[in-house]
Nanobody, 127 residues
Framework: HLQLVESGGGLVQPGGSLRLSCAGS????????MAWFRQAPGKEREGISC??????????HYADSVKGRFTISRDDAKNTVYLEMNNLKPEDTAVYYC??????????????????WGQGTQVTVSS
């Protein structure tokens, strides 16, 4: 069955960096657009980045809140998508989720477009 497993979360000081990973199994990873979402306590889920499949150009997209600080990438040989997060701020504190959808073309930062989700990993930015 399809499974997405996030890892790499933790506690980091403001200005620090973390790299999240999301390993997929049970599906044809290379045909799925991948995305990262986050949800902070008391706030709505936010789509922060997505990456298209290589066959449609592998284009990446970012929410304004993370643009220039976060980088999404994928390694189809390892069935893994990454989120490199730099210059972290306290407002980045949230549970981070990866999501997948079988899709050729432009990926979306809207959660409703993704049928498959991981269980989430906590990121806490605090001094």
């Amino acid at each position: 069955h399809l499974q997405l497993v996030e890892s790499g979360g933790g506690l980091v000081q403001p200005g620090g960096s973390l790299r999240l990973s999301c390993a997929g199994s049970g599906f044809e990873f290379e045909y799925h657009a991948m995305a990262w979402f986050r949800q902070a306590p008391g706030k709505e889920r936010e789509g922060i980045s997505c990456i298209e499949i290589a066959r449609s150009g592998g284009h990446t997209h970012y929410a304004d809140s993370v643009k220039g600080r976060f980088t999404i990438s994928r390694d189809d040989a390892k069935n893994t998508v990454y989120l490199e997060m730099n210059n972290l701020k306290p407002e980045d504190t949230a549970v981070y989720y990866c999501a997948a959808v079988r899709l050729f073309g432009l990926c979306s930062l809207s959660g409703g477009h993704y049928p498959w989700w991981g269980q989430g990993t906590q990121v806490t930015v605090s001094s």
